[in-house]
């Protein structure tokens, strides 16, 4: 599980660890010439200034220590008063429009009487009903890529992902850092499908009521406020757990290894809870969002080789998911060429994952599932092998289907860009193509 950063994320369940204001801290490791050395650090913050939690392994903390961190933890958790937030959204509602505002400094709604008090910040005035029900076009969208980047689902892959889950027969939706399809559920499909949202962003406490949203950290299983976990376990045994649907859009600069293992405690949890045999309506159907690019890493630092469950079983899709605020997830006019790298990784029977064919998607029979429209059966690898958004094409030395761009070079015996410098021959993974052993090939 090295990283390139030489830390490790060791695979444990961080329950009984010190805690830090955003739930239990990681257990880390890095090699120094002693040794591996162990440390606990914040589990949602990559970077030391956002969250300075730090504790060698094997120490503990002093008494002043904890009152200073307790104190920092009541602080964090009571920034956010679901009930009293939710009961004046309520009475938002029943103003004019001209009445309602939202404060971004304060990160509340505000009633006209309340603005002297918040002369200097940044407010938006004029709150218009689809406003109150649509915040994440109203909220300014969190930019921290070392704490709590955030990026949105277009309109057009909202829609598509429902429509999938509609087909599919989806009774039940667990939205983790999907606000967007949470919104559009409750917006458009309450009499068929009940959603629950798991975020990050606190701010949502603003607009969805405490059985709709859960303050929540992904990368611990870590709930804010302790009421909310009986919320998440009610939702699991809804229609006794049947056709039960989790989708997680994670920040793609986390660690996986913890992400992998609060996804395979969810699914545990969900099969304890419902005490019934694993069925193809019982068992929880997972749809993880991720670049295909970083497939290999989920592969390997999902979880170890001895552990069944979390991401590393996951197959993946080939529907393009696009955003609205990220000009390399998008597959418009602006955006990458070979549209949106962002794929669904799923549990589900990637033949009953019906993709859109208004936009070019197929169903390829040899392979028995939904492909994109530039994606060729291989009639030698018996696969459809693109996975970049091009047209593969076959070389019969290296017996795979390459990149178009690629060209086999006698001299690096392998498929190689046709400007390359022969003898660097580490692949993605910084392992010989050759003899699959970390370093150049001689």
Known sequence: MNDTRGVECLWGNPINYPQCPHGPTLLFGKYVEEGLKKFYA??????????????????????????MWEL??????????HQELYI???????????????CHNCEKLIFNSEKDKHTDHEITENLTDYQMHHPTELLRPLENAKKEAQYLFSKKSTEDIINMLLKLGAKQILCIGTPRIHEYIIEH????????LLDFDGRFHNFFGPLDYCWYNLFNHHFFNKDAINVFKDFLTQNEGKDTYLICDPPFGGRLEPISF??????????????????????LKIMFIFPYFMEHIMREKSNPSHVTGGLRDLKMSDYKVDYDNHLLFISEKHGRKQGSPVRIFTNIPLNLLELPSADGYKFCQDCAKWVSSENKHCKKCKECTSKDGRTYKHCNICKRCVKPTWKHCRICKRCMLEKHTCGSMLNIKGRCFNCDKLGKSQ
């Open 189 to 196: 499909c309450t009499n068929k499908i009940s959603s629950l």
């Open 262 to 283: 609060t996804i395979k405690t969810i699914f545990d949890l969900h099969k304890k809870l419902n005490k019934h045999v694993c069925n193809d309506n019982f068992f």
């Open 88 to 102: 004046r959204f309520n009475k938002f509602k029943i103003e004019s429009v001209a009445k309602r505002s939202y």
């Open 72 to 81: 920092e933890n009541k602080k964090f958790t009571q920034r956010y008063v």
């Open 42 to 67: 914040c589990s949602a913050c990559r970077d030391r200034k956002l969250c300075r939690f730090y504790l060698k392994y094997g120490q503990e903390l002093s008494k002043s220590q904890k009152h």
